[in-house]
C-alpha cells in the first residue's frame, strides 16, 4: 500500500489544474486512507476516520476546513459502535445542512475469517451517527446515535450522497458479501428520521447495477422534487 497524505487540494475550473490548500495549518489531520471527505454547511469539509495502516482505524476525531484553516470537532460519543468506539474505516458519510451524518463502516482489526487467532477481529456496523458541526467549541456536544428501525444491514465501503433532507445509501460489503441495495433515509419528518428502501437489488443483467464496494453516488435535482441518482462504477464483481 502506498504512502499516506494529509494535504487538501482544489481545482480550478477555468484552468482545470489543483492548488494546494492547508498544508501548513493546525491542526490538520494525520495521513490516511479508508476515510471520507464530506461538504457541510456552506464551504466547508469535514474529514473524519480512516486507516492509517491496513485495517487498523485510529482516529475519532472530525476535522472542519473552511477554506483557511482546520477545527477539531471531539466529544464523547453517546452510544457508539458496536465495539464502543467512534473508530470507523470504510465508513459512509453525508451531510444535511450543517450536521454530518455517518452510517456503517469497518472497526477495524484482523480479519478473522482468514486469522482465526487475531485478537480483535473487524466488525461490519450498522450504526447511523449524526454530529452537529456548527456548535461552538464549548457547545459541542460530540456523536449522537440515531435509532432508526427497519434500516440497511451492517456494511462498509458503501457509497452515500445527501440532496436537501434526505441520503441515499447504495451497495458496500456486507457480511455475506458485495451489495447493491439502495435505501433513503429521510431526516426531514417531524417525526423524526425514517428509513426506506428504495431497491433490495439483485442479479438480473440491465436491471440493477451489480454488487459492488468502493463505488462512488451522486445525488442531484431533477426539478419537481425529483432526485436523479448517478452511481461512479467500482470494484465491480463479475455476476
Not at 489531520?29 to 487498523?56: L, M, N, Q
Not at 456503517?104 to 482489526?109: D, E, I, P, S
Request: aromatic fraction near 8%; charge should be neutral; glycine fraction near 16%.
Amino acid at each position: 500500500m502506498g504512502s499516506r497524505s494529509r494535504r487538501v487540494g482544489t481545482t480550478r475550473r477555468s484552468s482545470s489544474s489543483w492548488g494546494l490548500l492547508g498544508s501548513a495549518s493546525r491542526p490538520n489531520p494525520p495521513p490516511r486512507s479508508s476515510h471520507t471527505v464530506t461538504r457541510v454547511g456552506t464551504g466547508k469539509i469535514a474529514v473524519f476516520g480512516g486507516e492509517d495502516k491496513p485495517r487498523h482505524a485510529f482516529d475519532s476525531q472530525v476535522y472542519v476546513f473552511d477554506g483557511d484553516t482546520w477545527t477539531i470537532r471531539t466529544g464523547a460519543a453517546s452510544t457508539t459502535t458496536p465495539s464502543g468506539t467512534t473508530l470507523l474505516l470504510g465508513h459512509g458519510a453525508a451531510s444535511v445542512g450543517e450536521t454530518l451524518y455517518v452510517f456503517g463502516g469497518r472497526t477495524g482489526g484482523t480479519n478473522c475469517a482468514d486469522d482465526p487467532t487475531g485478537s480483535i477481529c473487524e466488525t461490519e456496523t450498522a450504526t447511523l451517527l449524526a454530529l452537529d458541526t456548527s456548535a461552538a467549541a464549548g457547545e459541542f456536544a460530540g456523536w449522537q446515535t440515531l435509532q432508526v428501525p427497519g434500516g440497511p444491514e451492517a456494511r462498509s465501503f458503501h457509497a452515500m450522497a445527501s440532496l436537501e433532507d434526505r441520503i441515499y445509501v447504495f451497495g458496500g460489503c456486507g457480511t455475506g458479501g458485495r451489495l447493491n441495495d439502495l435505501w433513503c433515509l429521510d431526516t426531514g419528518k417531524e417525526a423524526g428520521p425514517s428509513w426506506q428502501c428504495l431497491s433490495l437489488g439483485g442479479s438480473v443483467d440491465g436491471m440493477y447495477p451489480s454488487p459492488r464496494g468502493g463505488a462512488g453516488l451522486i445525488a442531484v435535482p431533477e426539478g419537481d422534487g425529483a432526485h436523479r441518482l448517478i452511481l461512479l462504477y467500482l470494484l465491480q464483481r463479475t455476476l
